[in-house]
């Protein structure tokens, strides 16, 4: 089976598995503003940054998303003078979504989400002219969300995303905790290519 089959299965048995728990009167939350903590681990290194979402329902079933993504790294390099360059690569992502729930019942919600994907890569040095580069596409992404109990939700998701020569999939698995009604704590991973995976801790307060 190829990595959508896959996915989709896992998606699939998370909505279904879900009916084994007690079923709470809380929905699954798509408005809010979120930010946090970002562990970006590439084959041979790990870039530390930061990451930020923004979710709004303007219909009873449609939904508008933007999700934000920047991780840095610093090096130091000696030349044979004993001079030192310092150097400072960042890499940035947005995608930019409209969604619809097409399953909506209760406590679980699966959707589906399609818009503009865009990456930037900027490469500083301190003896040399910035050299950046970025290029937009498209994405597109599926999942389902539930909420466990009215503090505890969960989100499985896969994403496609196609932006110049990146041609991949993006699958994470999400999981907050209400301190209030307002308020959320979580946590989450995923793996955006073959060769880069996330980690992630986030804060968002929800209306």
Not at 66 to 87: G, L, P
Not at 136 to 159: C, M, P, Q, T, Y
């Amino acid at each position: 089976m190829n990595i959508w089959t896959n996915c989709a299965l896992a998606i699939a048995l998370a909505a279904t598995s879900s009916s084994v728990f007690a079923q709470t009167e809380s929905s699954p939350s798509f408005d809010f503003i979120s930010g946090g903590s970002l562990k970006a681990d590439y084959v041979d290194e790990s870039l530390d940054g930061f990451t930020a979402s923004f979710s709004q329902t303007f219909a009873e079933s449609w939904f508008l998303t933007a999700d934000y993504t920047k991780v840095s790294s610093d090096y130091n390099f000696v030349q044979s003078t004993d001079v030192i360059y310092v150097e400072k690569s960042d890499i940035s992502r947005i995608y930019g979504n409209v969604g619809y729930k097409f399953y909506n019942e209760g406590n679980t919600t699966a959707y589906v989400s399609g818009g503009l994907a865009w990456i930037e890569i900027v490469v500083r040095n301190t003896s040399f002219p910035d050299i950046s580069a970025d290029d937009s596409g498209w994405n597109l992404k599926v999942g389902v969300r539930h909420r466990f109990v009215d503090a505890f939700e969960v989100d499985a998701s896969i994403r496609h995303y196609d932006i110049g020569n990146l041609d991949s999939q993006e699958i994470s698995l999400s999981g907050r905790y209400f301190v209030t009604s307002n308020i959320s704590v979580g946590l989450g991973y995923s793996i955006v290519s073959s060769e880069e995976d996330h980690s992630f801790i986030t804060a968002s307060y929800h209306w």
